[in-house]
Structures are given as structure tokens and as C-alpha cells.
């Protein structure tokens, strides 16, 4: 084989691209190697918001937009108001993420930006195929989610899909202190959707509405019920709508770590790193990443150590579960949100928790269709 033009190969240049890629700038290891990120989109908007917790200082702390002490969960019959004790809930925008990764890279002679789409990569020859041009190299990281984990029907595959608005008022109307992790007071008809609150200040806030169901809706839903919600619940007359935001999310068990070869090592939505039970990433991005450069730094297969089978197991009850009972959310998040501590149920989320942590918080969850789901699943 001829020398390729490239050590290693970034297809996507999103979150779990440019985290890679600054992992990788940090460490003085893959110093002198070659690396090219591909990327179709000029990656300049703000096409997203994540948010995540910590209890300890982290490496984005410097972007953080906005970050919570107190949050709020709202069903039809309570409410509570969850201290958050040692972590803060943090947000960040995407539009600031990129810009800080790519200012970073272009400082280094390793780095090269390109802009094109890769159709396809041929491990025999290692080549990526763009549409532009073909590019070579000993390694990919390929972010890009093809729809094979819809084909197999032995996973399950639900899908968390919302749309955001980014709203101004005329008067104070949220508590910048405390941000909404659920609201189900509005639903859509025999489905788990809720309404999720980030206030920016007291006049100023990001509001989605979240469906986590089997199924997609028409554009005008969303927009049907975030306007119901805000002349409903937060009981508004006017507003004016700043930035929006959609996206589509899929909660799946299907393996995608099983796609992973000795040169394509899948990343991001693609690879499986989304939470299937939350559609957390930001973290647990940042937690595969470390993982991947240790694998590569001890000559291990990149893709050793990612996945934890038992979590994975709580993950495909739940989402089976949800996928043959989906108006039983409700009823399942406010046990989980309120029968649990909220240290707790971080450390579960992160996967951190014990056997017997894991054991109670699943009986904090229990309904029957939960043992058909865990002998399904079998």
C-alpha cells in the first residue's frame, strides 16, 4: 500500500469529531501525525444546545452559556423542585463549541479542514470517497448515521425528536436559577412528551417540546404545542421567538459498536454514544474519547472498554418498555425523578452507579410490563 495521505481520517466535524480531534491535539503522542477532519457544512451556525451535569471542574467550562443549581419536574399530579447539591446542570452552544475547537486546530500543523462529503469508505484500500475527492488514510472515525439500526426489527428503535424556541418577553416571567428538566402538564395523546425549560434570565428562555415515542410527527405539531404551552402554562400573551432549533434522536439498542473494524471505528450518534434511555451525549462523548486514546496509546483496538453490557441491558428493557406502553412515560420519569436522589440518578446516567444502586433504582421504576420486557429482551 502506498504511504496514505493521512494518519488518521475525521469524517464529520461535529461534537464527537472536534472532541476527538482536540483530545487528540492535547496529547503530545500524536504529535507530527497527520490528520484531516471532513466536514460538508461550514459548521458556523448554532445548530444545537447541549447540556449536561458535573460536580467537578471540566475541560468546557470556559463555554459554558448558562449553567443551573436547581431544577424543576413537572407531571399532572406534583411537582418538585430538585436541589441539584454538588452538580450544576450546564449548557452550552454549539456555534460557540465549534468555533473554539476550530480556532484551537488551526493553531497546529497536524490539522487540515476540509470541506466535502464522504459517500463511502473501503477498508480494503482504506480510502475515503467524497465527492470532491478520495482520501486516504491507516484510520477513520466516521460519525455518519446510516439507517441500518431501523432495518433489523429484533432492536428496538424509538426516537427523541423535539423542536426548541428561543423566546424574549416583555416581562419577567422565568426564574433564570432554575431550569425545567420535564414538564408533562401538556402532552400529545398517548405518548411520552414533555416540555424542557432553559432560562437564560428572567425574560429570556430556550423551550422545547420532546417527544420520546416510536413514531415522527409533522412539523405543525411542535409548533402547536409549544405555543399551547406557552399560553397555557406559563400562561404568556406575547413573545417574540429569537432562534429555533429541531432535532431528531434516535433511542435505540441496536449495536452500533458491532460496526467497528481494525480501521473504521464509529463515533458519535453513529457509534452508539448516546445515551438510549436519555439522549445524553456531551459527557459521555467526552468519556469515550478518553477511552479511545488510551486503547490507542496502550495498542489496544480503538474501539476496547466502550460499552458497558449491563447498563446497555437496563437501557433495551427500558426502551422496550416505552415502545409497546410509550403513554407509560409519564408515569416512569416521575418515579425516577422523584423516588430517586438526584445524586443518584446522575451517577446512574453516567453509568457510575453499583449492582445493587442499579437494582434499586430499577425497582424504583417497577411496573409489570417490565418483566415482559426483561424476558423479551432475554
Same mark, same amino acid.
Given at each position: 500500500?502506498?504511504?496514505?495521505?493521512?494518519?488518521?481520517?475525521?469524517?464529520?466535524?461535529?461534537?464527537?469529531?472536534?472532541?476527538?480531534?482536540?483530545?487528540?491535539?492535547?496529547?503530545?503522542?500524536?504529535?507530527?501525525?497527520?490528520?484531516?477532519?471532513?466536514?460538508?457544512?461550514?459548521?458556523?451556525?448554532?445548530?444545537?444546545?447541549?447540556?449536561?451535569?458535573?460536580?467537578?471542574?471540566?475541560?468546557?467550562?470556559?463555554?459554558?452559556?448558562?449553567?443551573?443549581?436547581?431544577?424543576?419536574?413537572?407531571?399532572?399530579?406534583?411537582?418538585?423542585?430538585?436541589?441539584?447539591?454538588?452538580?450544576?446542570?450546564?449548557?452550552?452552544?454549539?456555534?460557540?463549541?465549534?468555533?473554539?475547537?476550530?480556532?484551537?486546530?488551526?493553531?497546529?500543523?497536524?490539522?487540515?479542514?476540509?470541506?466535502?462529503?464522504?459517500?463511502?469508505?473501503?477498508?480494503?484500500?482504506?480510502?475515503?470517497?467524497? *465527492?470532491?475527492?478520495?482520501? /486516504?488514510? $491507516?484510520?477513520?472515525?466516521?460519525?455518519?448515521? !446510516? %439507517?441500518?439500526?431501523?432495518? @433489523?426489527?429484533?432492536?428496538?428503535?424509538?426516537?427523541?425528536?423535539?423542536?426548541?424556541?428561543?423566546?424574549?418577553?416583555?416581562?419577567?416571567?422565568?426564574?433564570?436559577?432554575?431550569?425545567?428538566?420535564?414538564?408533562?402538564?401538556?402532552?400529545?395523546?398517548?405518548?411520552?412528551?414533555?416540555?424542557?425549560?432553559?432560562?437564560?434570565?428572567?425574560?429570556?428562555?430556550?423551550?422545547?417540546?420532546?417527544?420520546?415515542?416510536?413514531?415522527?410527527?409533522?412539523?405543525?405539531?411542535?409548533?402547536?404545542?409549544?405555543?399551547?404551552?406557552?399560553?397555557?402554562?406559563?400562561?404568556? *400573551?406575547?413573545?417574540?421567538? /429569537?432562534? $429555533?432549533?429541531?432535532?431528531?434522536?434516535?433511542? !435505540? %439498542?441496536?449495536?452500533?459498536? @458491532?460496526?467497528?473494524?481494525?480501521?473504521?471505528?464509529?463515533?458519535?450518534?453513529?457509534?452508539?454514544?448516546?445515551?438510549?434511555?436519555?439522549?445524553?451525549?456531551?459527557?459521555?462523548?467526552?468519556?469515550?474519547?478518553?477511552?479511545?486514546?488510551?486503547?490507542?496509546?496502550?495498542?489496544?483496538?480503538?474501539?476496547?472498554?466502550?460499552?458497558?453490557?449491563?447498563?446497555?441491558?437496563?437501557?433495551?428493557?427500558?426502551?422496550?418498555?416505552?415502545?409497546?406502553?410509550?403513554?407509560?412515560?409519564?408515569?416512569?420519569?416521575?418515579?425516577?425523578?422523584?423516588?430517586?436522589?438526584?445524586?443518584?440518578?446522575?451517577?446512574?446516567?453516567?453509568?457510575?452507579?453499583?449492582?445493587?444502586?442499579?437494582?434499586?433504582?430499577?425497582?424504583?421504576?417497577?411496573?409489570?410490563?417490565?418483566?415482559?420486557?426483561?424476558?423479551?429482551?432475554?
Amino acid at each position: 500500500m502506498l504511504v496514505p495521505d493521512y494518519y488518521y481520517v475525521i469524517v464529520g466535524g461535529g461534537l464527537a469529531g472536534l472532541q476527538l480531534a482536540s483530545r487528540i491535539n492535547n496529547d503530545v503522542f500524536f504529535k507530527g501525525k497527520k490528520i484531516a477532519i471532513i466536514e460538508p457544512s461550514k459548521k458556523i451556525e448554532n445548530d444545537k444546545t447541549w447540556c449536561f451535569w458535573q460536580n467537578t471542574p471540566g475541560k468546557w467550562d470556559h463555554l459554558i452559556h448558562k449553567s443551573w443549581n436547581k431544577a424543576a419536574f413537572f407531571s399532572s399530579e406534583t411537582e418538585q423542585t430538585l436541589d441539584l447539591g454538588e452538580y450544576s446542570y450546564n449548557m452550552i452552544r454549539s456555534s460557540d463549541f465549534y468555533e473554539d475547537v476550530k480556532k484551537e486546530l488551526e493553531k497546529s500543523e497536524d490539522f487540515i479542514f476540509i470541506q466535502d462529503r464522504i459517500e463511502k469508505i473501503d477498508p480494503v484500500t482504506r480510502t475515503a470517497v467524497g *465527492k470532491k475527492a478520495n482520501y /486516504t488514510a $491507516t484510520h477513520f472515525f466516521d460519525s455518519r448515521l !446510516t %439507517d441500518k439500526y431501523k432495518e @433489523e426489527v429484533k432492536h428496538t428503535v424509538l426516537y427523541q425528536h423535539f423542536k426548541g424556541w428561543l423566546i424574549e418577553t416583555q416581562e419577567n416571567i422565568f426564574d433564570p436559577g432554575k431550569f425545567t428538566m420535564m414538564d408533562f402538564r401538556l402532552k400529545y395523546k398517548d405518548s411520552t412528551s414533555f416540555t424542557y425549560v432553559l432560562p437564560l434570565t428572567a425574560k429570556k428562555a430556550l423551550i422545547e417540546f420532546t417527544f420520546f415515542t416510536p413514531f415522527l410527527t409533522a412539523e405543525k405539531v411542535y409548533d402547536e404545542m409549544l405555543e399551547r404551552y406557552l399560553k397555557e402554562i406559563l400562561q404568556l *400573551k406575547d413573545w417574540k421567538i /429569537t432562534e $429555533t432549533e429541531t432535532g431528531i434522536i434516535p433511542m !435505540t %439498542d441496536f449495536p452500533f459498536h @458491532e460496526n467497528n473494524s481494525a480501521y473504521i471505528t464509529r463515533i458519535g450518534t453513529a457509534g452508539g454514544w448516546v445515551k438510549p434511555s436519555s439522549g445524553y451525549s456531551f459527557k459521555s462523548t467526552e468519556r469515550k474519547v478518553e477511552q479511545i486514546i488510551e486503547n490507542i496509546k496502550s495498542g489496544l483496538a480503538t474501539s476496547e472498554g466502550l460499552f458497558n453490557k449491563s447498563f446497555a441491558r437496563y437501557d433495551s428493557i427500558f426502551l422496550d418498555v416505552l415502545s409497546r406502553r410509550n403513554d407509560l412515560g409519564e408515569s416512569l420519569f416521575t418515579k425516577f425523578y422523584t423516588k430517586n436522589s438526584i445524586e443518584d440518578i446522575f451517577r446512574f446516567l453516567d453509568e457510575e452507579t453499583s449492582f445493587s444502586e442499579n437494582i434499586k433504582i430499577m425497582l424504583s421504576l417497577y411496573h409489570p410490563e417490565f418483566i415482559k420486557s426483561f424476558f423479551r429482551k432475554l
